[in-house]
């Protein structure tokens, strides 16, 4: 074969391996661009779409306190108890296992159509991991996710073939009640010393400045709370999370400290023995909460008015008054 030949055939081979290439990458950002869902960067965009389309189910203008978190707030809260007992209309926008980075996702989006008076972040979030990329380092896989969201993303295809509006979300508003009632584990004390001090990691830091700044932007008052959880609240983090809401201009409540007054029965209780509540714990849980937002925010008792109306018809209880 002449030296021509070779040179030739060459260039063919990496004009057709450029041709890959290329054709690769703008498939891959076509994908990127249909599952990317939007500026704000996510974890788990399933769980985002679907609170979202929850969200969507609620009349605008109708919700004036959203409760965000993870597994903790969605046990702990119940916005259908909350209206009953003190009328106001609620949500939780809280998922399972959900992290800082989602919860401000929904949250800014929620503002948008809801006139949110206060947003209540249930205090274990600050110090679970908060980044939307899985290892929460500038790692080579991470820059590949922000360059093609369809690797960080992949997971939405499971989602298309799912039914995003859950019934029991709807029914509840976001809560997730638990009638399982299992005993304090021995030797757990909510508050009791924990390890040393505790400090906010750098993306929890971050994405707390943002909630923290979307709050202030549209009026709305934060408020850091802590429900009652035996098993990873302690007095190291009490500290860290009140010094974080003083700093910044927010509320703080930590339960535990108040888990008497409130009557929690720490054997009645808790759904798992020392981390979440049951519907009889979230049952006092939201009557504190409750109180706590009475004494201190200009909210509305919508009970019997169109708003209610909406807010129970949304759920199932249109007419009932309960």
């Known amino acids: 074969m002449e030296m021509g030949e070779v040179s030739l055939e060459t260039k063919r081979h990496f004009l057709q391996v450029m041709g890959f290439l290329v054709l ?7 994908l990127s661009a249909m599952v990317n869902p939007g ?25 004036e306190v959203l409760f965000a978190g993870n597994s903790l ?35 800014e989006e929620a503002i948008k159509h809801q006139d949110i008076k206060v947003c209540v972040l249930e205090a274990d979030t600050v110090f679970s991991d908060a980044s939307p990329y899985r290892v929460n380092y ?35 508003k976001g809560f997730l009640p638990v009638k399982d009632a299992v005993p304090l584990k021995e030797g757990l004390d909510p508050m009791g ?34 429900l009652p959880c035996p098993e990873y609240w302690n007095r190291d983090k009490h500290e860290t999370a009140k010094a974080w809401a003083e700093e910044n201009g927010a509320y703080f409540l930590d339960m535990n400290e108040i888990s008497e007054e409130m009557g929690i029965n720490w054997e009645e209780d ?20 409750g109180r706590f937002l009475s004494d201190r925010f200009a909210l509305t008792d919508h009970r019997g008015d169109p708003v209610g109306e909406s807010f129970l018809k949304s759920a199932g209880r249109e007419g009932d008054g309960s």
């Open 138 to 172: 500038a790692l080579p896989t991470n820059a590949l996710e922000k360059l093609f969201p369809i690797f960080h993303y992949h997971i939405f295809y499971k989602g298309v073939l799912e039914n995003h509006k859950g019934e029991e979300e709807r029914l509840n």
């Open 24 to 30: 690769g990458f703008l498939i891959l950002a076509l």
């Open 193 to 226: 010393d924990g390890a040393g001090p505790v400090s906010l990691e750098y993306d929890s830091v971050q994405f707390m400045a943002k909630l923290s700044k979307i709050c202030r932007e549209h009026g709305v008052d934060l408020v850091i709370a802590a």
């Open 39 to 63: 500026e704000v960067p996510v974890y788990n965009v399933v769980k985002v779409t679907k609170k979202l389309e929850a969200l969507g189910g609620e009349k605008p203008g109708t919700l």
């Open 73 to 107: 707030a969605c046990n702990g809260f119940s916005p259908l108890m909350l209206y009953e007992d003190y009328g106001f209309t609620s949500y939780v926008i809280a998922e399972e296992s959900q992290r800082l980075c989602d919860n401000v996702a929904v949250l």
């Open 270 to 289: 808790l759904s798992d023995g020392g981390s979440h509540l049951n519907v009889s714990g979230a049952g006092k849980a939201t009557d504190a909460i």
